[in-house]
T-cell receptor, first 115, second 111 residues
Framework: NAGVTQTPKFQVLKTGQSMTLQCAQD?????MYWYRQDPGMGLRLIYY???????DKGEVPNGYNVSRLNKREFSLRLESAAPSQTSVYFC??????????????FGPGTRLTVT | DAKTTQPNSMESNEEEPVHLPCNHS???????IHWYRQLPSQGPEYVIH???SNVNNRMASLAIAEDRKSSTLILHRATLRDAAVYYC????????????FGKGTHLIIQP
């Protein structure tokens, strides 16, 4: 049981390049989330998927797109990377939305640098 | 606006209990209180959560004030591996549906 896995662990992009961050969970969770964490800050929600087939914007969605490929996988795409997107990206999952009943489980993160 | 207030840092000795306070004076009746911690260079890790009653699990205990305006995370016997940033979060699972992380409490454990 690997929990939440993310690839890649590290990435360096040039401004304007695109890339997709991959996330998968093996806990049969319905809900999945993408967060970013800037140095010395707490996490901020980018996008979330309450269930397979649905996605919704979070606090900071600009410059990102997401795809809930199936129940296990939730990817985050940067179409044209900017230096302001330099951050650590965390994927998380929870059993369900549940009104706060369910806890979230996080992956190890992807450290992205845009030059 | 993280909607909770925590001390920036706390220090404790190894093998002693640690009480991490959190103020959430504007909490609504449907908000759960979640605690997560983040070790250096790792993703956040779930610790415990509750609504009204005190909660215990293998990692910690959560004591919730009767008026729900504050809570305390209790680590019964701190180890060096407990050194982390601890986040107290009000979470109702609605709206944008994500956890709102503030700056948390940096817990330092002295050997």
């Amino acid at each position: 049981n690997a929990g939440v896995t993310q690839t890649p662990k590290f990435q360096v992009l040039k401004t304007g390049q695109s890339m997709t961050l991959q996330c998968a969970q093996d806990m049969n969770h319905n809900s999945m989330y993408w967060y970013r964490q800037d140095p010395g800050m707490g996490l901020r929600l980018i996008y979330y998927s309450a269930s397979e087939g649905t996605t919704d914007k979070g606090e900071v969605p600009n410059g990102y797109n997401v795809s809930r490929l199936n129940k296990r996988e939730f990817s985050l795409r940067l179409e044209s990377a900017a230096p302001s997107q330099t951050s650590v990206y965390f994927c998380a999952s929870s059993r369900d939305r549940g009104g706060g009943v369910y806890e979230q489980y996080f992956g190890p993160g992807t450290r992205l640098t845009v030059t | 606006d993280a909607k909770t207030t925590q001390p920036n840092s706390m220090e404790s000795n190894e093998e002693e209990p640690v009480h991490l306070p959190c103020n959430h004076s504007t909490i609504s009746g449907t908000d759960y209180i979640h605690w997560y911690r983040q070790l250096p260079s790792q993703g956040p890790e779930y610790v415990i959560h509750g609504l009204t009653s005190n909660v215990n699990n293998r990692m910690a205990s959560l004591a919730i004030a009767e008026d729900r305006k504050s809570s305390t995370l209790i680590l019964h016997r701190a180890t060096l591996r407990d050194a982390a940033v601890y986040y107290c979060i009000r979470y109702s699972g609605g709206g944008a549906d994500g956890l709102t992380f503030g700056k948390g409490t940096h817990l330092i454990i002295q050997p």
